[in-house]
């Protein structure tokens, strides 16, 4: 004798069948969105990163500039970050300061789709700035603008979207390998108060 399966029970066994075949993708590496992620800072080693590189802090006093400021080592609204103040101006051609960090060995732009960065502010618009083997100059860099909030958020960062900053230097940035990742505030006159918690490649 043979028993007819409603059409509730089919529907229900399709949803099963589907659930396990998608558990069995997570399981054997198939889906794993997530998990190709490289964290580079989140402070587990407060000043040095994963890669055992420490942080430099910049300004614009380097190329005669006169804007001023600090980087700390500090804790913001529960969270241990690195945080950045100052005064930017553009006065004498200046007008930027930063923290700085290289990458030993380079990172390929071909590994990850971006960079992440968790970061809290005073409402703010500041950059990331990367260098390649490409960007030989002091004003070459790719550059990546973002707005902060006066509580913590996480940026995300495409490599598609960052710009040149130079003529001549390559306009894509995919393919090549980082050498260097900068946290900018500048090209503006203001009041620079920004604080990163984490910072990665996603």
């Not at 070459?140 to 006066?150: H, L, W």
């Not at 900053?165 to 006159?189: E, H, M, R, T, W």
Request: proline share 2%; with cysteine.
């Amino acid at each position: 004798m043979f028993l007819l399966k409603t059409n509730t029970e089919l529907k229900f066994n399709n949803i099963l069948i589907f659930a396990t075949i998608i558990l069995f993708l997570c399981n054997y590496g198939i889906v794993k969105a997530q998990e190709n992620e490289m964290i580079l800072d989140d402070l587990s080693t407060p000043g040095i990163t994963a890669q055992k590189q420490n942080w430099a802090f910049f300004t614009d006093g380097v190329m005669g500039g006169l804007s001023q400021g600090k980087a700390i080592i500090s804790n913001v609204k529960g969270a241990d970050c690195y945080h950045m103040t100052g005064n930017v101006t553009t006065e004498n051609n200046g007008g930027f300061i930063q923290i700085r960090n290289q990458l030993k060995p380079t990172i390929s732009t071909k590994q990850y789709e971006g960079i992440y960065l968790k970061v809290y502010g005073n409402n703010e618009d500041y950059s990331i700035h990367l260098r390649t083997a490409l960007t030989m100059a002091p004003w070459q860099y790719y550059k990546y603008s973002f707005k902060t909030s006066n509580k913590w958020i996480e940026i995300r960062a495409p490599f598609s979207k960052f710009k040149k900053s130079n003529a001549y230097q390559p306009s894509n940035l995919l393919g090549q390998k980082i050498k260097s990742i900068g946290l900018v505030a500048g090209f503006k006159d203001f009041t620079a108060d920004i604080c990163l918690s984490e910072i990665g490649f996603y």
